[in-house]
């Protein structure tokens, strides 16, 4: 079946370094592709999304390329922020109307 | 516009009690799903309503039941209460047809502990 798969943490970086967080999927057919980020205490918040593939989603300096070849979505940005840390959660959704997720990855950024 | 909303914040049950949580979707939107999360893991698909008819089911026994009204509120409604149960209860609402294939926008959640 249909599942996604990512970089287990906690990832711990300092104040403006690069952040990535590698997401891999299996799915029949084109799904779509998110990063969901969900704070302490919060739901989740929608990240970016691709609906195709080489499509790139981005938004608050977090970027993310869907990548059919390799089947992957990982997610980056330049220079994290301590206001990023975080739960950060890849899905898919295989056009079926429900959203798969994977474990998520925990971001800690210290000053 | 107003987002997804969901009541109550925090629910404390014991075993074999029922529970019902509520959603209120963002304005304009007409499908809902709802989603378990336990502590430490991703969310978990129960179901999704489309237009007030069930549209898809994951791996959830019957007493998990839900409900959408005319307005594209929702209702999620849990039997015969497990302590396995707990978990974080996500609602999303989106804008879609049946395929089910937009964004899905997330309330805050609801905080079910069972004793």
């Known amino acids: 079946g249909d599942s996604v798969t990512q970089m287990e943490g906690p990832v711990t970086l300092s104040e403006e370094a690069f952040l990535t967080i590698n997401c891999t999927y299996t799915?029949?057919?084109?799904?779509?592709l998110f990063w969901y980020v969900q704070y302490p205490g919060e739901g989740l918040q929608l990240l970016l999304k691709?609906?195709?593939?080489?499509d790139k989603g981005s938004n608050k300096g977090f970027e993310a390329t869907y990548r059919k070849e390799t089947t992957s979505f990982h997610l980056e940005k330049g220079s994290v922020q301590v206001s990023d840390s975080a739960v950060y959660f890849c899905?898919?959704?295989?056009?079926?109307?429900?959203?798969?997720f994977g474990q998520g990855t925990t971001l800690q950024v210290k000053p | 516009e107003t987002g997804v909303t969901q009541s109550p914040t925090h629910l404390i049950k014991t075993r074999g009690q029922q529970v019902t949580l509520r959603c209120s979707s963002q304005?304009?939107?007409?499908?809902v799903s709802w989603y378990q999360q336990a502590l430490g893991q991703g969310p978990q698909f129960i179901f999704q309503?489309?237009?007030?008819?069930?549209?898809g089911r994951g791996n959830f026994p019957p007493r998990f039941s839900g409900l959408q009204f005319p307005n594209y509120s929702s209702e999620l409604n849990v039997n015969a209460l497990e302590l396995d149960d707990s978990a974080l209860y996500l609602c999303?609402?989106?804008?879609?047809?049946?395929?089910?294939?937009?964004?899905?926008?997330f309330g805050p959640g609801t905080r079910l502990t069972v004793l």
């Open positions: 799915a029949t057919g084109y799904p779509s």
């Open positions: 999303a609402s989106s804008l879609g047809d049946r395929g089910g294939t937009d964004t899905q926008y």
């Open positions: 309503y489309y237009r007030e008819e069930e549209n």
């Open positions: 899905a898919l959704t295989p056009n079926t109307g429900k959203l798969i």
């Open positions: 691709a609906t195709k593939a080489d």
């Open positions: 304005s304009g939107h007409n499908t």
